[in-house]
């Protein structure tokens, strides 16, 4: 089930996942015109001032475009990390609320005053989760809908099996439910609803196209990654994520202690120290295994009418 709202805005039924220091407003644009929700971390702007600037960037440019063509622009979506350590989360809801963003994706807590605040100005709020016990939690604060992260998923990624881990959710959830893990094509996306879910979340391969934020660096190497490529760890984010091996080697991570658990700091970890770059994540790539299936860098444009038409021929 989609949120009222969403009816009859969606081409195919996507969002495009919000992915530290790629996603912004070239991307997002992009995405809601071709009729996907495009999404960004609030946090991908160092300050509140700089999000401001983007949601105004992002509003006007979906409003000339439905006035210019008499179509519907998808919504948009911004990312809240909602954790004691994040400095910024009052601040950042606020211009949600000013702006009355149509989606906001939280993280790292499901927070019933958070999802009310947005709720009271008519916003949807999705949630990630990647275990049942998560979505009940997520489902008792009046969430409306679930991003099931299964085993493979760029970023924060649970290790669970899409199959069950969908099962489960939907046992007790008959709201909105996104499947994200590996999913580039069309066919894909079809084959998630099939499975039980209402939308596809997909992050690894919105990296390669020519509006993400990302460095030529990390995109090259998701074009020779393969899934093997892909490590799962706590020691970068405090939080078991995925990231590509090769970047953390190259950014003097000891490989033999990647496993050891790291410290959620969301204040400190986006703070520059010195001049490691780093720190603040620069040469950090994050990546799903979803990189095997990824061989090219095109625009979102193209890459989007081409997921449309490959989940056409599914129908």
């Known amino acids: 089930m989609l949120p009222k709202q969403w009816q009859d805005r969606l081409t195919i039924p996507v969002v495009m996942a919000p992915m530290f220091l790629v996603s912004g407003p070239d991307m997002v644009i992009s995405g809601c015109k071709k009729g996907i929700v495009g999404t960004f971390p609030a946090l991908n702007q160092r300050t509140s001032e700089g999000l401001e600037q983007w949601l105004i960037e992002i509003t006007e440019a979906l409003r000339t475009f439905e006035s210019g063509t008499g179509k519907k622009a998808a919504p948009f979506g911004v990312n809240l990390i909602v954790h004691d350590s994040n400095p910024r989360l009052q601040n950042d809801l606020a211009l949600c609320v000013k702006y009355k963003v149509p989606l906001v994706i939280t993280a790292l807590g499901a927070v019933k005053d958070v999802v ?26 009046g969430v409306d809908g679930l991003i099931a992260v299964s085993g493979g998923a760029g970023g924060h990624a649970g290790t669970l099996n899409p199959f069950a881990l969908v099962e489960e959710i939907r046992s007790f959830w008959d709201k909105t439910i996104l499947l994200g893990g590996c999913i580039n094509k069309g066919n894909q996306v079809r084959a998630s609803e099939l499975m039980g879910a209402d939308l596809a979340y997909v992050g690894t391969r919105f990296i390669n196209t020519l509006e993400s934020r990302a460095p030529q ?89 081409q997921m449309i038409r490959e989940y056409q021929t599914t129908q």
């Not at 947005?118 to 979505?135: D, W």
């Not at 950014?251 to 703070?271: E, P, R, V």
Request: proline share 3%.
């Open 116 to 141: 009310d605040v947005v709720h009271n100005y008519g916003g949807v709020v999705f949630h990630y989760v990647t275990t049942k016990r998560h979505g009940e939690k997520a489902a008792a604060a």
């Open 217 to 305: 660096g990390h995109k090259d190497l998701i074009v020779k990654s393969k899934s093997t490529d892909i490590i799962h760890t706590p020691a970068v984010t405090g939080v078991h994520s995925n990231f590509i091996k090769a970047s953390l080697k190259n950014a003097g991570y000891d490989m033999q202690a990647l496993l050891n658990s790291g410290d959620i700091n969301f204040g400190q970890k986006l703070t520059p120290s010195g001049n490691d770059s780093s720190t603040a994540w620069k040469d950090v790539w994050s990546a799903g295994h979803g990189v095997a299936g990824i061989e090219d860098i095109p625009s979102c444009d193209d890459l989007i009418d």
